[in-house]
């Protein structure tokens, strides 16, 4: 009996021990983390550093591709000796770093932790695109977005991601990129924070074995990341794109896996989601390895929801308001736009009413029912300060209360584009009227900024500053920034 009963104890126990490798990489991340990489602005002389740290280490090699068109170097970081190739690309779109960031724990990882790369070779390549990165910028310098360069080949970067594929012949490449933090999982609320794609390689959208493997391997990855954000996985669109890397990797027989990093709940730096990215490509390489990939079936690939976009940063619905002696009720889709500084390196928000009407079948990072509640355009408080120290020291709450949403300051420095405060920011020097005179505010428009009030019965209890919820009797709020006008 007690034979019996241990012949049915060990595959389980077994299997709980391949489950467990996610949850340690997600409970040991921070001892692994890259910590001078700390968000999402980062250029190549950021990381040029850890990658040539890496030089005297025996267990990597570190490979020169080629450069960029502006120079920069662009290297490839190999370790492990198995037949098994895997290629991993990341920031050919110089705006999308998440897994180039995560590349780095990983490397941190693997320095010490080499047994998942069972019969295989790993190969990163963390950034492709370094003259994008610089300027933060989709394209390369002469303004190719190299993912669309499969056929033609016009860029060094594209050149050389082709070459390297042939030469290694991979078995598996991961092509690795950020998406809009606005897609969401298809019919839900949230937010498609990890999207997955096994790229077609024709029209007819067929799936032979190297497609198939690759769906098989993200069908496994998804059921690793619902433990961490259920429901907050999606799938990308497999329509074909004859141009494309990811879709001429699968054509050319790397089964292909794209990763998209979107958008979770307040993480602007998507350091969270660089975590997952750390936790789901080192599983990927462990199942890999391991081969333990093989019997899924493709229908759990096909189950994973597609992608949609229907996400704002903020939803304001039920909004009632009047114009020209009539009321309308609305929805408001509010986004916070990103406003990068001269060097590309920081950003503060603007924010843009994005649409109006009826958006019942759209959501919002946060949502507000203003039900109840009568619309009202903010005004200009009347006296026109001084400097910006001044500022600072006016009281806001009271301010918001008796409905002033923007305050004029006669003698602001040119470098203040933005401010913590939650009340806007009008630079006299910069309009054209007399001092004495209020400033209007502005009616409901889309492409306009979000600035005004709610009042019930009379009384203020929300300002909308910039994008942004204040609520007057709470103290829970979170206003990035206020702008400067």
Known sequence: ???????????????????TLDKQLFQSYEDFQEVSIDVRRFKH??????????????????????????????????????????????QMHG????????????????????????NMTVHFIPMLNPDGAELFNRHNAI???????????????SQLLKKVRDSLDADFGFNLHDQSKYYNAKQTSKPATISFLAP????????????????RVIAKLNGILQKYVRGQVARYSDEFEPRAFGDNMQKWGTSTILIESGGQFDDPEKQFIRKLNYVVILSAIELIGSQSYTSTGLDKYLSIPKNDRKLFDLKIENLTFSYLGMDFTVDLG????????????????????????????HFGYKSLDASGLTFKVGETYPKILSDFEEFKRLDFPSLLSQGYTSVGINDLPTEIKFTPMPMNIIDIKKIMIPKSNSLPGSPINLGTNATFLLKKNEKVVYAIINGFVYHLTENNNKIKNAIVK
């Open 334 to 361: 509010i986004n916070h736009l990103e406003i990068e500084n001269k060097k590309h390196s920081d950003f503060y928000y603007l924010g843009s009413i994005n649409d109006i009407g009826d958006l019942s079948n």
């Open 95 to 118: 705006d999308e770093p998440t897994a180039t960031a995560s590349i780095f724990d990983m490397v941190n990882y693997l320095k010490t932790n080499k047994t998942i790369l069972k």
């Open 143 to 157: 303004g190719i977005d190299i993912n669309r360069d499969a056929l033609r080949l016009q860029s060094p970067e």
């Open 45 to 90: 002389q950021d990381i040029q550093p850890l990658i040539d740290s890496l030089k005297s280490r025996k267990d990597f090699k570190i490979t020169v591709l080629g450069k960029s068109i502006q120079g920069r170097n662009i290297s490839m970081i190999s370790i492990g000796e198995g037949e098994t190739q895997v290629l991993l690309w990341s």
């Open 200 to 215: 077609a390689f024709n029209f007819e959208k067929d799936i032979n074995q190297t497609r198939g493997d690759a769906m």
């Open 1 to 19: 009996m007690i034979k019996y009963l241990l012949l049915l104890v060990l595959p389980f126990t077994g299997l709980a021990q391949k489950q």
